[in-house]
């Protein structure tokens, strides 16, 4: 639930690629017009202002004016941190790292706690609470004016996009897909059929309806691109883990079950406490010649220096502070959270690209075959392998925080001492794991990029009237948590399709048939 854009670079970058409309001053109007970010600077019990009863942390929670919207649907707020994750934010500091006022501003490099998408009541701002909430579609429990059109079908499966020629020009007129009931549907487009399915999910249903990198041995071949599928980027994050001293304040529950029932009061009641916390609360973002620059001189030394970010004030890696003992994510893997931290050290500009492809067809249907590639590029193990040197800097100096103390517990300086290199790789490709930032496997770029999918209106390549609308098309992943940018993309989908179909008399509802 952390809302971060990312370096206006990035965007700046998207251009460059050759897609005109994508530069970070464009971007940033539908970064605001999304954001309805909750002012913590307003009175308490102001609609747009802090939760009554939440303890502000004023120091953390300032922000940059111009860079952010606050009519948007999507709620952005400052919520809850726990006096731990201060002293990750003062120990970074400490080592070096500027403190950041706003890492959504002017600048993303620097350590602060992190703005998130959760509501002023403590729950979270989904997209789908966002866009679809009852006060989005429904006035005085009928439908708004032009919302009648929208509807939902819950538990349905698409099997692919229909595509017929006319006058020799492939159309995407509709698409097919199986409900709960397992029963089949055809839905067809009265202008065009968008596709937002995710980087793993639009180029399956792609493939499936034909149009792919090569022809599918049982799948009618309709149409070429051999970027579909390809270019799969994710962030991929390593974990130091330590145990906190006996005084520290990490969770608010000490380990004692009696401390339970007020949080669930503070939480229930007031939308406060450790319950409304997001787990990742602060983060810094930082360039490798600033934290390592011995190893930066050793790789330009050696030829092996690859630098994927997007400019000087674009960050190589992100470090994430985490109350608990977590691996693998999402994974909390000790009886008493409250007695231990955890950083994550994220990996921002893999050098290394994976693939998704599809199988047979496998208990009714085709199967997503997603090959992520990690560590195909040796350079991206190495990063990482720095981030546990500097993971172990920065948990070096919260060990002298009375709110963290601590002792790394895992992967432990005896077993994996930072002068052999040899094991912290191992250790990097044993516990890294995904953090769900899956990108550009239908790729934006110009017609002259063999790897494109769809041109800079999101339009695929060869194929009218069919879009595709999702974190798929993201050039190159950026430096960020890939949730903000998607948001932001559909937004200008948005305006773009309007724009589009603006001399188009308005159309009448799909039609919808059962097969």
């Known amino acids: 639930m952390m809302y971060h854009r990312g370096p206006a670079s990035d965007y700046d970058e998207w251009e460059l690629l050759g897609n005109p409309g994508w530069s970070y001053n464009e971007c940033l109007h539908y970064f605001k017009k999304a954001e309805g970010l909750n002012d913590p ?202 145990r906190a001293s006996p005084n520290a304040h990490v969770f608010g529950t000490r380990g004692r079950f009696y401390h339970i029932p007020k949080l669930l009061w503070d939480y229930e009641v007031h939308g406060t406490g450790p319950i409304s916390s997001q787990g990742a609360e602060s983060a810094c973002f930082v360039r490798l010649e600033d934290i390592a620059p011995e190893f930066v001189a050793r790789e330009k030394a050696n030829g092996t220096w690859q630098d994927r970010s997007s400019g000087p004030h674009a960050p190589h890696i992100e470090i994430l502070f985490t109350p608990g003992y977590f691996r693998h994510h999402n994974k909390v893997l000790a009886p008493d959270p409250d007695l231990y931290y955890t950083l994550v050290g994220l990996l921002l500009n893999p050098v290394s690209s994976g693939r998704v492809t599809i199988s047979d067809v496998k208990d009714g249907k085709l199967q997503t075959l997603i090959d992520p590639n990690f560590f195909e590029d040796e350079f991206d193990t190495r990063v990482m392998a720095e981030m546990i040197r500097f993971m172990r800097r920065i948990g070096a100096r919260m060990r002298l925080d009375p709110a963290c103390g601590g002792i790394e517990t895992n992967p432990g300086v005896a077993s994996v001492p930072d002068d052999d290199e040899a094991k912290l790789q191992e250790y990097v490709k044993r516990e890294s794991s995904v953090y769900y930032h899956p990108t550009s496997t239908c790729r934006m770029g110009p017609s002259s990029d063999p790897l494109a999918v769809v041109d800079a209106r999101l339009n695929v390549y060869g194929i009218d009237r069919l879009r595709v609308v999702d974190a798929s098309v993201m050039p190159k992943i950026p430096a960020a948590h890939t949730c903000a940018p998607t948001i932001m993309i559909a937004e200008k989908a948005a305006d773009m399709i309007k724009e589009d179909w603006q001399d188009v008399s308005e159309a009448k509802e799909p039609v919808l048939a059962k097969l």
């Open 41 to 242: 600077n307003l009175p308490k019990g102001h609609p747009k202002g802090p939760l009554t009863n939440r303890v502000r942390k004023p120091k953390y929670e300032q922000f940059e004016p111009e860079f952010h919207g606050t009519e948007g649907p999507w709620q952005i707020s400052f919520h809850h941190l726990f006096e731990a994750s201060e002293g990750f934010i003062r120990a970074n500091v400490a080592e070096g790292v500027p403190f950041n006022k706003d890492l959504n501003g002017s600048s993303t490099i620097g350590v602060n706690k992190v703005q998130t998408f959760i509501q002023r009541n403590a729950i979270r701002s989904s997209a789908a609470r966002a866009y679809l909430g009852p006060d989005r579609l429904l006035q005085d429990g009928k439908p708004k004016p032009n919302r009648g059109h929208v509807r939902i079908v819950y538990g349905a499966h698409i099997v692919r996009v229909l595509i017929q020629k006319r006058r020799g020009v492939k159309v995407a007129i509709g698409a097919e897909f199986i409900d709960a009931n397992h029963d089949m549907h055809k839905v067809m487009a009265v202008k065009e059929v968008l596709l937002c399915a995710g980087a793993f999910g639009s180029p399956h249903i792609l493939m499936a309806s034909g149009i792919a990198p090569e022809p599918h041995r049982t799948i009618p071949h309709i149409h070429t691109l051999p970027g579909i599928g390809r270019n799969l980027a994710d962030h991929l994050g390593v974990p130091v883990n330590f």
